[in-house]
């Protein structure tokens, strides 16, 4: 059965940068094609078609990923402003602007008296490759109320 529309798909994947392994997802994640996911356009466009047992490989610039860097999205401000537990390279922290939207930062860097926040996601500016396996297609049942 190949990958459609309303299709239940089931895969597993890794993500890499160059030779570094960046994610892994051994346990199969599974979502119904042509609904709303959080697959980016590239990676699910190129999923259509495959099989069971297919396995692909993705290349996606930063155009078509996670965005290019941008350093309007990264600040440094005095650790004397931040609670303790929150100093510590990997913490993420929400922000909330003056006009009520929120965003995720991550702390990228701590030193003596300096602390540094990135709200960019983890793989901006990075050429990504997927590298996926399809571990089953099946239809999906169609509940009538």
Known sequence: MKISNQKLVSMTYSIHEGTNLLENVDT?????YGKETNLLPI?????????????????????????????NLIFVDSTDNVPKE???IGMQI????DKG???????????KDKITFDGNHPFSGKTLVYKIKIIDVANTEVVKD
């Open 86 to 88: 929150y100093s510590k």
């Open 43 to 71: 990676v699910e466009n190129s999923l259509k078609g495959k099989e069971k047992g297919n396995e692909l490989t993705i290349e996606v610039s930063p155009e078509l990923g996670f965005g290019e860097v941008d350093e």
């Open 94 to 97: 929400d922000f909330e602007n």
């Open 101 to 111: 939207m929120k965003r995720k930062f991550r702390v990228t860097n701590v030193d």
């Open 28 to 32: 199969p994640v599974s979502f119904i």
